[in-house]
């Protein structure tokens, strides 16, 4: 059942006539107004929840918000009216650093703004004559566009899809001409605006965005902004997350970025960024979202991004973040089985167990890598004696009882212990001594399925209930 909600000038207007008929102080009728409210069972995620006392006045005024996008609405008329001068492009620009800022701080003031024509308004200024001559006017426009579409993407319409990739073309056309802030603010509010939003997704597609932004990719592969931001574009086309379609077009939008040859772009970007570590993870999380089909596992594989993947994971200083990316990676192209042999003799193993002992106590981190190697040594008993050899078995003990109480850990260090032993029997002595038993059965609290697999390939007693037995029910057509 959807939850009630009611308009801005509602709850404004119960907030003055608290202070009015009351005579309350502003934050007293702001507090009983939003207990009266949540009291009655009203969703308040749409409203601001701030008091802004007019100085002459000493009334409730305008929300900042709104007084912003009156004075940009203003600005506009001037410009269509012809007057560009500096005093009216420095009062735009003031505006559109205050309009920003009000955004930045919660969905209710975007909402708020929204519900005012402010799409509209920011598309206008984005395509101003002011916009194209300066590049300053410019940037602040596409900040607030992006500021206003984080969490909004249905505030997009056909014509501003049309704007931005005709801005995005433009400017890989002019070969470096165009301001590179103002070009990765223009990919920002297409990634925006495809964020749990699949009808865009698929619209954006349609319109060769995919094609646009391995063009970008191929030309600018030293700005590290722009890349980032075409990376995080590439992930927000490859994910299911629009809970208002029944099912989206992720495995087919993944397929169609590789086939376009990004792959072999992202691997080249990669090795230009060695330096910037934050970049590589990105750029993994990418190919690991990427990583949709068996021969494209084995195409990273063989343009050298185990390589690559493998030497940052190696290097001591090496964040959490960037670690954890860059397991989640190997562990989506170790569905393929050559690639996980190929992990194996690359020594990836020790690498590995190396970067999860670094980062032991880092329940992320331990996840990962945890999935990483239940990945890569399942149906390879070959794999599973290599991380025996790295003393593995002391490694997943210790994570069992450092995270006892996080259940993705515990769901995929069991999972890891199951496939290490499931095939190599010969492998559940070192487990039981260190152990492993009372903490298996602990696990079940949070994974019983995956604890009780653990225990059952370690030959150890455990109950398996058989949930329906076809009786005293029988099944009717």
């Given at each position: 059942?959807?939850?009630?909600?009611?308009?801005?000038?509602?709850?404004?207007?119960?907030?003055?006539?608290?202070?009015?008929?009351?005579?309350?102080?502003?934050?007293?009728?702001?507090?009983?107004?939003?207990?009266?409210?949540?009291?009655?069972?009203?969703?308040?995620?749409?409203?601001?929840?701030?008091?802004?006392?007019?100085?002459?006045?000493?009334?409730?005024?305008?929300?900042p918000v709104n007084v912003a996008l009156d004075g940009l609405t203003e600005g506009i008329k001037n410009i269509t009216s012809g007057a560009e001068g500096?005093?009216?492009?420095?009062?735009?620009?003031?505006?559109?650093?205050?309009?920003?800022?009000?955004?930045?701080?919660?969905?209710?003031?975007?909402?708020?703004?929204?519900?005012?024509?402010?799409?509209?308004?920011?598309?206008?200024?984005?395509?101003?004559?002011?916009?194209?001559?300066?590049?300053?006017?410019?940037?602040?426009?596409?900040?607030?566009?992006?500021?206003?579409?984080?969490?909004?993407?249905?505030?997009?319409?056909?014509?501003?899809?049309?704007?931005?990739?005709?801005?995005?073309?433009?400017?890989?056309?002019?070969?470096?001409?165009?301001?590179?802030?103002?070009?990765?603010?223009?990919?920002?509010?297409?990634?925006?605006?495809?964020?749990?939003?699949?009808?865009?997704?698929?619209a954006y597609v349609k319109r060769g965005l995919i094609k646009t932004l391995i063009n970008i990719l191929g030309n600018t592969k030293n700005d590290v902004?722009?890349?980032?931001?075409?990376?995080?574009?590439?992930?927000?086309?490859?994910?299911?997350?629009?809970?208002?379609?029944?099912?989206?077009?992720?495995?087919?939008?993944?397929?169609?970025?590789?086939?376009?040859?990004?792959?072999?772009?992202?691997?080249?970007?990669?090795?230009?960024?060695?330096?910037?570590?934050?970049?590589?993870?990105?750029?993994?999380?990418?190919?690991?979202?990427?990583?949709?089909?068996?021969?494209?596992?084995?195409?990273?594989?063989?343009?050298?991004?185990?390589?690559?993947?493998?030497?940052?994971?190696?290097?001591?200083?090496?964040?959490?973040?960037?670690?954890?990316?860059?397991?989640?990676?190997?562990?989506?192209?170790?569905?393929?089985?050559?690639?996980?042999?190929?992990?194996?003799?690359?020594?990836?193993?020790?690498?590995?167990?190396?970067?999860?002992?670094?980062?032991?106590?880092?329940?992320?981190?331990?996840?990962?890598?945890?999935?990483?190697?239940?990945?890569?040594?399942?149906?390879?008993?070959?794999?599973?004696?290599?991380?025996?050899?790295?003393?593995?078995?002391?490694?997943?003990?210790?994570?069992?009882?450092?995270?006892?109480?996080?259940?993705?850990?515990?769901?995929?260090?069991?999972?890891?212990?199951?496939?290490?032993?499931?095939?190599?029997?010969?492998?559940?002595?070192?487990?039981?001594?260190?152990?492993?038993?009372?903490?298996?059965?602990?696990?079940?609290?949070?994974?019983?399925?995956?604890?009780?697999?653990?225990?059952?390939?370690?030959?150890?007693?455990?109950?398996?209930?058989?949930?329906?037995?076809?009786?005293?029910?029988?099944?009717?057509?």
């Amino acid at each position: 059942m959807a939850s009630k909600r009611i308009t801005q000038d509602t709850f404004d207007a119960v907030v003055k006539e608290n202070m009015d008929e009351f005579e309350m102080s502003a934050e007293e009728a702001l507090a009983d107004s939003i207990q009266q409210f949540e009291s009655q069972g009203i969703n308040l995620a749409n409203i601001i929840k701030e008091v802004h006392i007019g100085e002459e006045s000493g009334e409730p005024a305008k929300h900042p918000v709104n007084v912003a996008l009156d004075g940009l609405t203003e600005g506009i008329k001037n410009i269509t009216s012809g007057a560009e001068g500096m005093e009216v492009q420095e009062a735009i620009i003031s505006h559109l650093e205050v309009f920003k800022t009000e955004c930045d701080k919660d969905l209710a003031h975007r909402m708020q703004a929204a519900s005012n024509e402010a799409f509209p308004t920011l598309l206008l200024l984005a395509q101003s004559r002011l916009a194209k001559t300066d590049d300053k006017f410019q940037c602040k426009a596409f900040e607030s566009l992006c500021s206003l579409l984080n969490g909004q993407p249905d505030l997009m319409t056909a014509d501003g899809m049309d704007f931005l990739l005709e801005t995005v073309k433009t400017s890989t056309s002019n070969e470096g001409d165009s301001h590179p802030l103002n070009f990765a603010l223009t990919i920002k509010a297409i990634r925006f605006s495809c964020i749990k939003h699949e009808t865009n997704r698929q619209a954006y597609v349609k319109r060769g965005l995919i094609k646009t932004l391995i063009n970008i990719l191929g030309n600018t592969k030293n700005d590290v902004k722009v890349i980032r931001e075409v990376d995080a574009t590439f992930r927000a086309l490859v994910v299911d997350d629009d809970v208002r379609v029944p099912f989206g077009k992720a495995h087919d939008h993944a397929k169609l970025i590789v086939e376009s040859g990004a792959l072999k772009l992202l691997l080249e970007v990669m090795q230009s960024c060695m330096h910037d570590q934050a970049a590589v993870g990105d750029l993994s999380s990418t190919l690991g979202r990427l990583s949709v089909r068996n021969e494209f596992c084995q195409e990273i594989v063989n343009l050298g991004g185990l390589k690559s993947v493998l030497k940052v994971l190696g290097d001591d200083l090496a964040s959490q973040v960037v670690v954890r990316q860059l397991l989640e990676l190997l562990k989506a192209i170790a569905g393929n089985d050559e690639v996980k042999i190929a992990i194996v003799n690359a020594g990836g193993i020790r690498t590995i167990l190396g970067a999860m002992s670094r980062y032991v106590r880092a329940p992320q981190v331990c996840q990962a890598g945890c999935g990483a190697v239940a990945a890569i040594v399942l149906r390879k008993p070959i794999n599973c004696q290599a991380v025996m050899d790295a003393e593995g078995a002391k490694l997943f003990v210790q994570i069992l009882t450092i995270h006892s109480d996080e259940a993705k850990v515990q769901t995929q260090a069991c999972m890891a212990v199951r496939n290490l032993v499931a095939r190599t029997r010969e492998h559940k002595e070192p487990f039981i001594q260190l152990g492993i038993e009372g903490l298996l059965r602990d696990a079940a609290k949070h994974c019983p399925d995956e604890s009780k697999a653990a225990l059952r390939d370690l030959d150890l007693k455990v109950e398996l209930r058989e949930l329906w037995k076809g009786e005293k029910t029988p099944i009717t057509n």
